[in-house]
């Protein structure tokens, strides 16, 4: 079936720092692929996605590119904030036509100033 | 505004005790869906509507219930709590078409405990 494996957290940074958080994934046929971003105390929210190979989603400084031949999906930003500190959710949803997202484990972020 | 309504945001209640989590979308969306997040695991789903009238089991459906009579409703159904679903649950929703493009939206969370 299909799944996603996301790199353990914590992951603790300092203002500024580059961020890098490892996607893959396990599917059948094309699924789309996500991320969603969970602030403290908040519901999960969209942060970017991309629906076929070779490309990229990007909001507020975060980029991801879909890497079919590698199977991969990581997050990256170029400087993070203090603000950023989340936890951050790689999702796939397939292409059959029902809605259903699969999650990975999540990844905490904390930045420090 | 949009958005996703869960009720109560917190919950602590005893083994056996039925209850209802109620979740309520002003968005028309057709697709429902409800999940629980658990350290190291992630978030699973439950239980999804497609529509009025249609619910389907997810992952992790055993000791839930759910019912859609209404577009803008998918309550959570637990009918004898047990300890092990003391959790953090969500609601989503999407609006309709082939779903591999559409962002769910989610609720704030209910978090669960059951003594």
């Known amino acids: 079936g299909n799944s996603v494996t996301q790199m353990e957290g914590p992951v603790t940074l300092s203002e500024e720092a580059f961020l890098t958080i490892n996607c893959t994934y396990t599917?059948?046929?094309?699924?789309?692929l996500f991320w969603y971003v969970q602030y403290p105390g908040e519901g999960l929210q969209l942060l970017l996605k991309?629906?076929?190979?070779?490309d990229k989603g990007s909001n507020k400084g975060f980029e991801a590119t879909y890497r079919k031949e590698t199977t991969s999906f990581h997050l990256e930003k170029g400087s993070v904030q203090v603000s950023d500190s989340a936890v951050y959710f790689c999702?796939?949803?397939?292409?059959?036509?029902?809605?259903?997202?699969?999650f990975g484990t999540g990844t905490r972020l904390l930045v420090s100033p | 505004e949009a958005q996703v309504t869960q009720n109560p945001r917190y919950l602590i209640t005893v083994t056996g005790k039925k209850l209802t989590v109620t979740c309520s979308q002003n968005?028309?969306?057709?697709?429902m869906s409800w999940y629980r997040q658990d350290p190291g695991l992630g978030l699973r789903q439950i239980y999804y509507?497609?529509?009025?009238?249609?619910?389907d089991k997810g992952d992790v459906p055993e000791g839930y219930k759910v019912s859609r009579k209404e577009k803008r409703n998918f309550p959570l159904i637990l009918e004898s709590p047990s300890p092990n679903q003391t959790s953090l649950y969500f609601c989503?929703?999407?609006?309709?078409?082939?779903?591999?493009?559409?962002?769910?939206?989610f609720g704030p969370g209910t978090r669960l405990t059951v003594l």
């Open positions: 599917a059948t046929g094309y699924p789309s």
């Open positions: 999702a796939l949803s397939s292409n059959t036509g029902f809605q259903k997202l699969v």
């Open positions: 991309a629906t076929k190979a070779d």
């Open positions: 968005m028309n969306h057709e697709y």
């Open positions: 509507s497609m529509n009025v009238e249609v619910t």
């Open positions: 989503a929703s999407s609006p309709p078409g082939r779903g591999t493009n559409n962002e769910q939206f």
